[in-house]
């Protein structure tokens, strides 16, 4: 039962289970959440998480659903089939971490150029242009 696994307001999820996970949280009336807010991601050098901020008016209540990917291959399933306003969100996340969103109708790149950066600027891995051997200062 997903209300078991919500704690402090976030819910934990699975690149496998997330699609189920959504669309209960969007359809189910003791949820309701019907707006996607953001689409974001934070890179943790070995994993990504990619964090989904969702919002019911009717109940009025937000849930932050998180979902951890290993790094080596960073893919997931869409959400825009739930909600539109994902579709620049994922595309934004794929342009600035590479983590490909499976079943987007549109993934060409919404920051970067046609052709992509050919590299991803909020990767920990980024090295910033004219400071050798520094990334994002950690």
């Known amino acids: 039962m997903i209300e078991e696994r919500i704690v402090n307001g976030e819910l934990s999820s699975s690149p496998g289970t ?6 209960a949280l969007r359809d189910q009336t003791e949820f309701a959440f019907n707006r996607l807010l953001d689409v974001s991601a934070i890179d943790r050098g ?4 990619v964090l989904y ?12 659903v998180r979902v951890t990917l290993p790094a080596a291959d960073p893919r997931l399933p869409s959400v825009s089939g ?7 969100g994922e595309r934004e996340v794929k342009d600035m971490f ?8 549109d993934p060409r790149p ?4 046609d052709e992509g950066f050919g590299f991803f600027p909020l990767r920990k891995s980024y090295q910033l242009p004219g400071r050798p051997g520094q990334s ?3």
């Not at 919404?110 to 150029?113: D, G, I």
């Open 46 to 49: 070995e994993a990504f998480e």
């Open 98 to 105: 590479g983590i490909e969103f499976t079943g987007h109708p």
């Open 136 to 138: 994002d200062g950690r």
């Open 82 to 88: 739930l909600w539109e306003t994902a579709l620049f």
């Open 110 to 113: 919404l920051l970067a150029p």
């Open 18 to 23: 997330l699609l189920q996970d959504m669309r």
């Open 53 to 64: 901020r969702l919002n019911s008016w009717t109940t009025d209540r937000d849930l932050v």
